[in-house]
């Protein structure tokens, strides 16, 4: 659409709110009624609006990916908990410490796929990631190690939380909704690398699984690093047994160790399934 199709007949929002707020101060313009709509926090916080705020937390992210064209990206699950191995003498547990080498995986594996997204242009293979410690800031670390972009959704959560320092400020995004914050996590996978991590994690794993399986998206490849933590945590091949699952449902998860392992995976699976 060009400029002269763009020519607005009608003043833009943003004019009419700034002459609102120039607005004589009288009673009437006090009062919450005389807000605009579109302007008015407390009408949109209602309950009342939650299917359009919904929509707004569909739409915001949306538009921005569109904008900065970005087509393809490998997303990242895993625990807030893991620490860095400089700080694993702050691990809460023994476990956590060990699983400390998994901070350096996922950051050389995030640094990995973004260099081939900076020779994309940063607009395939863009690391995803919850935007908060632990395994979320080892992927959006190696993506900044490797001078590329990376997006971070993060969510509103009952204890103070804030995004990682290494994400792409303008790929920052804060969540309300866990459903529609999950749903940007998966519109543009094309893999999906899943670390040690607790019941989000879980969830989110269970959620992709689920999706596949049942046919409602495209089979990617579901990447667990480190075979011995998910095989002493979740029995998958007791679910095949039971029947509860096919035992072919097992080939969507692969199990690898190391980021140069996942990195051959995904090579592989796209030269056998196209990119």
């Given at each position: 659409?060009?400029?002269?199709?763009?020519?607005?007949?009608?003043?833009?929002?943003?004019?009419?709110?700034?002459?609102?707020?120039?607005?004589?101060?009288?009673?009437?313009?006090?009062?919450?009624?005389?807000?605009?709509?579109?302007?008015?926090?407390?009408?949109?916080?209602?309950?009342?609006?939650?299917?359009?705020?919904?929509?707004?937390?569909?739409?915001?992210?949306?538009?921005?990916?569109?904008?900065?064209?970005?087509?393809?990206?490998?997303?990242?699950?895993?625990?807030?908990?893991?620490?860095?191995?400089?700080?694993?003498?702050?691990?809460?547990?023994?476990?956590?410490?060990?699983?400390?080498?998994?901070?350096?995986?996922?950051?050389?594996?995030?640094?990995?796929?973004?260099?081939?997204?900076?020779?994309?242009?940063?607009?395939?293979?863009?690391?995803?990631?919850?935007?908060?410690?632990?395994?979320?800031?080892?992927?959006?670390?190696?993506?900044?190690?490797?001078?590329?972009?990376?997006?971070?959704?993060?969510?509103?959560?009952?204890?103070?939380?804030?995004?990682?320092?290494?994400?792409?400020?303008?790929?920052?995004?804060?969540?309300?909704?866990?459903?529609?914050?999950?749903?940007?996590?998966?519109?543009?996978?094309?893999?999906?690398?899943?670390?040690?991590?607790?019941?989000?994690?879980?969830?989110?794993?269970?959620?992709?699984?689920?999706?596949?399986?049942?046919?409602?998206?495209?089979?990617?490849?579901?990447?667990?690093?480190g075979r011995e933590f998910w095989e002493s945590i979740i029995n998958f091949k007791a679910?095949?047994?039971?029947?509860?699952?096919?035992?072919?449902?097992?080939?969507?998860?692969?199990?690898?160790?190391?980021?140069?392992?996942?990195?051959?995976?995904?090579?592989?699976?796209?030269?056998?399934?196209?990119?």
């Open positions: 659409m060009n400029d002269q199709t763009r020519r607005r007949r009608f003043p833009d929002a943003r004019t009419d709110v700034q002459k609102w707020q120039k607005s004589p101060d009288t009673p009437q313009t006090r009062s919450p009624t005389y807000r605009l709509a579109f302007a008015d926090p407390d009408f949109l916080c209602r309950d009342e609006l939650r299917p359009v705020r919904l929509q707004l937390e569909l739409l915001k992210p949306e538009m921005a990916f569109e904008e900065m064209g970005i087509e393809s990206t490998i997303v990242m699950f895993g625990g807030a908990r893991i620490p860095e191995p400089a700080k694993k003498e702050s691990a809460r547990t023994p476990t956590l410490a060990a699983l400390s080498k998994y901070y350096d995986e996922a950051r050389e594996f995030a640094r990995l796929c973004t260099l081939k997204s900076v020779q994309q242009e940063c607009r395939q293979n863009v690391i995803i990631t919850g935007g908060g410690p632990g395994v979320m800031e080892a992927g959006n670390r190696g993506a900044f190690d490797a001078g590329g972009r990376s997006i971070s959704l993060n969510i509103v959560l009952p204890h103070e939380q804030a995004p990682n320092q290494y994400g792409t400020p303008e790929l920052s995004f804060n969540f309300h909704y866990f459903a529609i914050r999950k749903m940007h996590f998966l519109m543009r996978a094309k893999a999906i690398a899943v670390f040690p991590g607790g019941f989000g994690t879980l969830d989110e794993l269970f959620e992709s699984l689920t999706l596949i399986q049942t046919g409602r998206m495209d089979r990617i490849p579901i990447l667990l690093f679910l095949a047994d039971a029947g509860t699952i096919a035992h072919q449902d097992l080939d969507l998860l692969t199990f690898v160790d190391t980021a140069q392992e996942a990195v051959a995976h995904l090579d592989a699976f796209e030269e056998q399934n196209g990119p």
